[in-house]
């Protein structure tokens, strides 16, 4: 059966990616987001079906699921893409910090509040893929609001896949690192300590997305477009004091460059 899928936060980047490798797969795609020109240009391009919606609005997540379920007739897999990025630090505005639990951690909870009664014990697994980024198992300099919420999304995505796997549900967290789209370059602070580093080995968001598609395949909880992030990962796990002494050591010498 062509897999039914929706994207959220698909008018650029990996979500426009995703949309568009899933689509060229075979699948009926839904194309969610904020902004309503860019989801229908991207629609329009693949054969699928446009839906406006705040991914951060419980509301508009619940007519999304409900469109899709009247249009397609159920959903096989949910891609829950869409997130925000600030630069800041701890004097970030509280509106800033809202905005962005809000987009890169509740619009997971409103997927899963309005998919897993549809969802579990169906007798057949459903899919959610959620959109992390190396930030959620590393960090990021430059931004204390995008590290801490991506923290969040991820330990989100590991409560419900610890929680529902034995009832059909196949939760799995796509982690890249730097990839080429508008946060990278418009989104993040370029001057920031982590932006050279992030750039340096960035990937085009269609390759995320081949990664993710092969990937949806089996039932890793872990995608990681960038392998070496693996590597990271565990050093941060077993030597944390070295891990954050590097990355501190990356912290000072951005700021005696800018001296």
Request: proline share 3%; with cysteine.
């Amino acid at each position: 059966m062509t897999r039914r899928v929706v994207v959220t936060g698909a008018g650029g980047g990996i979500g426009a990616a995703l949309a568009r490798r899933f689509a060229a797969d075979g699948a009926e795609v839904i194309v969610s987001d904020l902004d309503h020109r860019a989801a229908t240009a991207v629609a329009s391009e693949i054969g699928g079906l446009a839906v406006p919606a705040d991914a951060a609005n419980e509301d508009d997540t619940r007519r999304l699921i409900d469109t899709a379920w009247a249009e397609l007739g159920g959903i096989d897999l949910f891609c829950s893409n869409a997130g925000v990025l600030t630069a800041g630090d701890e004097n970030t505005p509280d509106a800033a910090w809202t905005r962005d639990f809000s987009v890169n951690v509740l619009s997971h909870v409103y997927v899963a509040r309005h998919l897993l009664p549809r969802w579990l014990d169906q007798g057949e697994s459903k899919r959610l893929l959620v959109t992390v980024s190396a930030a959620g198992l590393l960090s990021i300099l430059g931004s204390a609001s995008y590290a801490v919420t991506k923290h969040g999304a991820l330990a989100f995505a590991e409560w419900l896949r610890a929680t529902y796997a034995h009832r059909g549900l196949i939760v799995q967290a796509l982690c890249p690192q730097g990839v080429r789209t508008d946060m990278l370059t418009r989104g993040n602070d370029r001057e920031s300590a982590s932006a050279a580093m992030l750039a340096e080995g960035a990937l085009e968001p269609a390759e995320v997305a081949a990664v993710a598609a092969k990937a949806v395949e089996g039932d890793s909880f872990l995608i990681l477009p960038h392998p070496e992030v693996a590597d990271y990962y565990a050093l941060r796990a077993t030597d944390t004091d070295r891990w954050l002494g590097g990355m501190n050591k990356i912290q000072r010498a951005f700021e005696d460059g800018r001296r």
